[in-house]
């Protein structure tokens, strides 16, 4: 057990515990607290965004699927993930900045009504549990493996969700950005310092970049069957369009000073996170090279612990801090954003409607608690779950925004005729049919992936649900 190390390790925590408490006392109401006030500059903007998406995955998921599969296999994230907020610059920042709404509930209510708000609310707060736990599992298999194993991994989560619900529940995402600015530098910095040391360890980057072809880890395409190009799509598109109705993607949107600061924010963030999330993939790209066999039957059996091996195994004191240092702020990052998104749903969009006539007091401190509660779910869902590849936990929480909540977003602010009913068909078509193709019902899902089919069937759904009352009223012979 290496006592500098873990004590940097420490070091670096209670630095940013102190961050976010500081942070909490310039938090006056809820949209200090919710959305930083709507007073965010771009720069602050793009890290927060990016922060929220380079999380345990990217460092520890995306590089050792990238050496089994190549390219092809990591087409959901980082391709996916990162598309998803260059589209929401694009497509969704600016109209929605324009509206003034404190969450994505909030959009639905307005639009479709109070049932859609809830159901909608509820869809988004569920897929978060996968996203949380994902990170919260990281935080201990970190916390194991800088302790040799004298810390066991549920405690190592215990410890990393106190360390994160303590700067989140102080200083909400006012906190969440000040630390995300302050973790990004440490990240980008770390990790380019340590696919410098890597490269040197491989003997430069030509030998990479020919393993690489030579294990024909670029290619991005699927085989030309149907089967294979639906599930390469439907592998797209599950974050792509299952992240845009989300919570912590709409503060960070909201959390901007204005609209043309949203816009350029989430485009800068989108195309950093695709371009930067290469960099890890290198490093264990170079961890194949020098670690050989071995290296690929860790990213085999336990692919999580990888790059961490590498690290400590093959590397001096000083890269072993800045690895951990940056591996701690992509985690710590993302689970802060998700802790916080979800809870302020449940308030605004559901806590609300069964106690009216709360005061902006009472709603700020029902979010505190709310966020104690969701931590609290997260932990446990991790540990009953552990063992779980992070990326699985991850890439299982979108599909059911996308084949709820994506549609009637996107209907909603771009189709005039969008209506209630055709929001609620949407809903049960989309849910229903994903439901259809789980293993547990029907062997669809093996010819056919089921988040693909859900999301044709919401579109149908909202076509045909709006549409056929409209067609209805009409008078006789009208056109």
Known sequence: MNTTLITAVVLYLVATLGLGVWAGTRIKNTSDFAVAGRSLP?????????ATWFGAETVMGIPAKFVQGGLNSVVEDPFGAGACLILVGIFFAAKLYRLNLLTIGDYYRDRYGKGIEIFCSLAIILSYLGWVA??????????????????????????????????????????????????????????????????????GVAPVIAMAAKADLWKFLPPPTFTDIAFFIGAAVTIMFGSIPQQDVYQRVMSAKNA??????????????????????????????VMGQ?????????????LPTFVLTRMPLAMQILFFGALLSAIKSTSSATLLAPSTSFVENILKHLRPGMSDRQRLFAMRCSIVVFAAVVLSYAIAMKGTPIYELVSSA?????????????????????????AVLSLVAGIGTWLLFFPQVTNLGAHFPGQLAGLVAAFAGMALGSLTPQVMRQPAGAV
């Not at 771009?42 to 990016?50: A, D, E, G, S």
């Not at 990240?187 to 040197?200: E, N, P, Q, T, Y």
Request: charged share 5%; proline share 3%; hydrophobic share 60%.
């Open 294 to 306: 071995s290296a690929l039957d860790i990213a085999r059996n336990d692919y999580q612990r990888l």
């Open 398 to 422: 979108y599909q059911v925004t996308l084949v709820g909540a994506f549609v009637p977003l996107v209907a909603g602010l771009y189709w005039k005729r969008a209506s209630t009913q055709g």
């Open 134 to 203: 994902a990170q919260i599992t990281a935080l201990g298999l970190v916390f194991s493996v800088l302790t040799n194993g004298a810390m066991p991994e549920t405690v190592g989560m215990i410890v990393g969700t106190l360390a994160v619900l303590v700067y989140v529940v102080a200083g909400g995402f006012l906190a969440v950005a000040i630390t995300d600015f302050i973790q990004m530098i440490v990240l980008v910095i770390g990790l380019s310092f340590i696919a410098w040391f890597s490269a040197d360890l491989a003997g």
């Open 260 to 289: 043309p600061t949203a816009r350029a924010g989430a485009i800068i963030g989108g195309a950093s996170y695709i371009l930067f999330a290469f960099v890890p993939m290198f490093i264990v790209a170079c961890a194949v090279i």
């Open 42 to 50: 771009l720069i602050m903007v793009v890290t927060t965004t990016f």
